[in-house]
């Protein structure tokens, strides 16, 4: 089984992972269609898409996507009776770009339809790429295909409309089982039959799911979302799906960190609530997306002295007041930290554009961290670890290897301006950081 894999982030809807390029997305006036991103085809399964379904109306109709709607399940998508343009389904937005992500779904690359609007002469090109249900192509789509359109719908929703990549793994061959450091978080899973008269949408809650949140997915307080948790809170997927424990593994990253990491965890469930056709979804941070990073113990958050833009100055703790020189942004490095394999991040700070470094490659403890104009120097690598709660330490890449020196506040202060240092780890609340959206 092939998997795709990227480390772009494209702005626009539609851009999927099936042809390399350096140029990303390309919009074609007067078409809805999906274009090419930048990609590397490897060797690992699964598949790597974006998000960015946004779902106000242009999935959940009256009775789903079914029937009057405009879609027939025992018909295929170019068919006329198939996917209909002359009841006017397709004649908005979010229609077209419902239809955009189930065609891309459903279709392999270089597979399309076009669909011509009676009422306007316009014409809307919608292309595949992830290629789950070919045979909808030209013909039916039973309940197999069915559930597993379902999943793959539900796991691109963001009820934001942001765009953000993600990693989907699960039993069905075409996507199969795969594990990928870029993707570090297990986001969620997705199942059941939205193409039924009376639709079901459902999620459970992944390992991570409050880890490397992103704007309008799971953890991140979604409004609007078209599916429910049958579960209850937390709803987690590891107590109530049967997982892929056997079928494949993969480190478990939330393990007895930052001692080794011997944990391991399955990829992904093979069935919940009786449907076994499940995706399951592995994020990473955002890095178009700011967020405030905040000391456990004392409730501050990070910030730049002075809010300077200049390298060199220092880090402290603060009171959040929604500046700019406390929001950060995250850049996967995606390379090798030490002996984890983990990727490291490039932790910019969005009022000057600075990296979060020490001043220098060092094992000494209690220098204070500083911002500095990023040249992919190890000291201005950081690995950022769940360490439970929601919290993270954050430990940098040159200083150590096995994680024993991180980030904390000194003299474990709970005062604003306190100088945020290097330290030995012990996981006390000092040395521990939320990382969230911020506002």
């Not at 009676?118 to 919608?126: D, E, N, Q, R, V």
């Not at 960190?257 to 979804?281: E, F, K, W």
């Not at 730049?304 to 020189?325: D, E, N, P």
């Not at 005062?415 to 609340?429: I, K």
Request: hydrophobic share 35%.
């Amino acid at each position: 089984m092939r998997g795709f894999e990227y480390g772009r982030w494209p702005a626009l809807v539609g851009c999927v992972l099936w042809a390399a390029g350096a140029g990303g997305c390309v919009s074609t006036p007067g078409t809805e269609s999906v274009h090419s991103a930048d990609s590397d085809l490897v060797t690992t399964n699964g598949l790597a898409d974006i998000n960015g379904l946004f779902m106000s109306n242009g999935l959940f109709m009256s009775n789903g996507l079914f029937m009057s709607n405009g879609l027939f399940m025992s018909n295929g998508l170019f068919m006329s009776n198939g996917l209909f343009m002359s009841n006017g389904y397709l004649g908005t937005p979010d229609a077209r770009s419902t239809a955009s992500y189930l065609v891309r779904c459903a279709l392999p690359a270089g597979h399309s339809i076009t669909k011509t609007d009676p009422s306007t002469g316009a014409s809307y090109t919608f292309s595949g790429a992830l290629g789950l249900a070919p045979q909808w192509e030209t013909g039916a789509c039973d309940t197999h295909c069915q559930e597993l359109m379902t999943a793959c719908l539900m796991a691109h929703v963001n009820t934001t409309g942001q765009h953000i990549s993600l990693w989907l793994v699960g039993n069905d061959a075409r996507v199969g089982w795969g594990y990928t450091y870029d993707y570090p978080y297990q986001e969620g899973s997705f199942f059941g039959n939205i193409f039924t008269s009376s639709p079901k949408a459902y999620y459970c809650n992944g390992n991570d799911f409050d880890s490397g949140v992103v704007p309008g997915r799971l953890g991140a307080g979604q409004v609007g979302a078209p599916y429910a948790n049958p579960f209850g809170t937390p709803g987690l997927c590891r107590t109530s799906c049967t997982s892929s424990a056997g079928i494949a593994t993969h480190l478990d990253i939330t393990s007895n960190y930052p001692s080794v990491i011997g944990g391991m965890a399955p990829d992904g469930y093979t069935s919940c609530s009786g449907y076994t056709n499940v995706l399951t979804v592995y994020r990473n941070f955002n890095p178009a997306t700011n967020y405030k990073i905040c000391n456990r113990a004392s409730g501050l958050c990070m910030a730049v002295a002075g809010s300077s833009t200049t390298a060199g100055a220092l880090i402290v703790q603060t009171a959040y007041a929604s500046a700019s020189s406390q929001k950060f942004g995250f850049n996967a490095m995606s390379n090798a930290s030490g002996i984890y394999s983990f990727p490291t991040y490039n932790i910019v700070n969005r009022n000057g554009g600075n990296s979060l470094a020490l001043p220098r490659l060092t094992t000494a403890s209690d220098l204070q961290a500083q911002e500095s104009v990023f040249t992919r120097a190890n000291y201005q690598q950081w690995m950022v670890r769940p360490v439970g709660g929601g919290a993270y330490s954050i430990c940098n890449w040159g200083s150590n290897a096995a994680g024993s020196l991180c980030l904390g506040v000194r003299g474990a202060s709970l005062t604003s301006g306190a100088a945020v240092v290097q330290q030995s780890y012990t996981a006390a609340a000092s040395q521990q950081w939320t990382i969230s959206l911020a506002n």
